[in-house]
C-alpha cells in the first residue's frame, strides 16, 4: 500500500512514483512518522542540499489528504499519515479485493510445479510432506497472481528398483499382508531383498532381467508392477485427503517411458550423446558438473532420462514456461545437470527451470532417516496432531459442533504452519507439542485468531453463519457512514493498538508479492502472526461491541479486515479456517 502514498506524494512533485516507493522507509520509532523519506537521491538530482530538498517537499507533502503532518527533520521528511484517509482507502481495496488479496500478472501464463512425488513401495517421507506443502504453497500463491498453475505429482514408479521389487516379491511376497499394510510389507521385501543379494549375486542379475522386462512392456511384470502401484497409491491418498491437496497431474516416471526413445534421439541428433564404459551419458564438464547419464549398458533408462522427457512434456504438450521443482536440497546436481542439458538441446526454456530446495525436518536435532530405522511415519504424525487438537478443543470449546472436523482442521494445519513459518532452505525441528500449541507462532494461535474475529461479527449479527464467507457487511457499512463522520475514525485511529493493526493488514499485499517473487511462503506465514498479534492486542486494549455507534462500526470493519486477511493468508497456505472453534 506504500505504492499508493507514493503515487500521491509523486503527484505532488512531479516525480516518478516508482522511485519513491523504494525510497520511502518506515522510522525504526513509529513515533517520529509512519514513513519517512530520505533526501539524498533527490537532492544530487537538483544539485541542492539535501536539507533545503526536505524542507521545501515538508511543504508540500503536507498539502496531500493522505499526510496529516509532515516534518523535515534534517536531511529527512518524516511524514505522519492522516490515518482516517489511510485506512478508508485499504478498507476499500479490501472489501472490493481490488489488488489486495490478487493480482493479475501471470494471466495465460502456465506454471508446472512438481510436488510430493514419493516412491512407490516406500515410506512416503518427511521430505514428501515438506515438498506436498510448500509446493501446494506456491501454486496457491501463483493462482493469486493470475497463473494457471499444473500441480503435478511426479510419482517414483519406474525404474530398476521395480526390477528388484518384483523378484522379492515372487520369491517372498504375500498379497494378504501386503493388501493389509502395502508400503510397510513392500518396504520390507525391498530391505529382505538387499539382505539375501549380499549373499547371492544373482538376484541382482534377476533384477536388472526383471526391470528390463518391464520396460519392454512385459504382460504379467507390468501387471504385477500395476498392482504395487495400487496399493501404494491407496496408502498415499490417505495422507493427500487429511491434508487436502490437490493434483492437477499424477503422471508417475512410467508415463515417460514411450517418451524417453525420442529424448535419446534428439540427443544423438544433437551430438550430445557419447560412450563412457558402456553407458550414454552427456559430458558437462565444461559447466563444473559430473555427466549426465542417460542409458545403461543393458539399454535401461534412468531417474534423469525420465526427468527430461517429463520437462519436454511439461513445456511441449501441457504448455508450461515455467517449471518449479519442489525437491529436497539433496537433489541439487540432478537439477542442475537436467537444465544444463536442456539448455544444451536448446531449450530456451531451461532458464525458465527452478529448482525450488528445502530443508530437512529434524527430530531431536537428527534428520528422520528410512534406513536407520527411526522412521516417524507421516500418518501417525498427522493422526496424533489431531488427537492432540481434539484433546485441546474438549477443554476449550466443550459444545462445539463439528468438532471432529475442527480437530482435523487444526491437527493437519499445525503440521502445515509449522513447516511454512520457517524459510525452506532451513532445517526444521518438528516437535508435535510445539506446533498443536494454541499459543506461540502456530497454526492453532492463527487460526484461533480467526475464529475469535468471527465470533465477534456473529455477536454483531455481521455474519450470520458457521463458515468465512469472502464478503463483508462491516466494512461497507464503516465505508457508508456519512462524510462527516469520518472525523470520528480520524479520532479512534490515533489510537495506538487500532492503527498498528490497520498498518499490518495493510503490508500484506505486498507481502504476498514479494513471497511470490522468491518463492517463499514464510513471508505470508510471518506476516499473519503479525497480524494475529496485533489484533489480539487491539482486541484486549479496545471494546469493540460495547463502543459508541461509529466508533463500533469502525472496530467491526477493521475486525472483519482482519478476518478477511487471515483467511486469504490461510487460504495461500493450504490450510483450513474453521469459523468457530
Ligand atoms: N521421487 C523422487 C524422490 O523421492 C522425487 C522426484 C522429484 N521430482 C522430479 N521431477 N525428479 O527422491
Redesign the pocket.
Known sequence: MKEWIAKELAAQIDSEPNSFVEWLETPPDPTLGDLALPCFRLAKEQKKSPQSIALTLAEKFAQTSIVRRAEAVGPYVNLHLNRATAVRMWLDALSADRSFFTSTEGVGEIVAI?LS???IAKPFSMG?LRSTIIGTALANLFESAGYTALRIN?L?DWGTQFGKMIVAYKRYGDPDLIRKNPIQELNQLYVRFHEEEKNDPNLEIEARAAFKQLEDGDPDALALWRWIVEVSLEEFNRTYELLSTPFTHVLGESFYNDKMASVVEELEARHLLVESEGADVVLLDAFSLPPCLIRKSDGATLYATR?LA?ALYRHNVLGATRLL?V?GGE?RLHFQQIFRVLSLMGYDFAAKCEHIAFGLMKIGGKKMSTRKGQVVRLQEVLDEAIRRAQIIIAEKSKDLPDADEVAKAIGVGAVIFNDLKTHRLHDIEFSLEQAVAFDGETGPYVQYTHARACSVLRKAELLDTNVSPSVSVAISSALNLPSEIAETAEQFLFDDATWQLAKQISLFPTLRQRALNESDPSLIAKQILDICQAFNRFYHDCPILTAESELRTWRLALTDATRLTIRAALQLLGIAYPAQI
Open positions: 512438481d512425488s514419493p516412491n514428501h511426479h517414483g526427468d517429463a521443482y525437491v537433489q
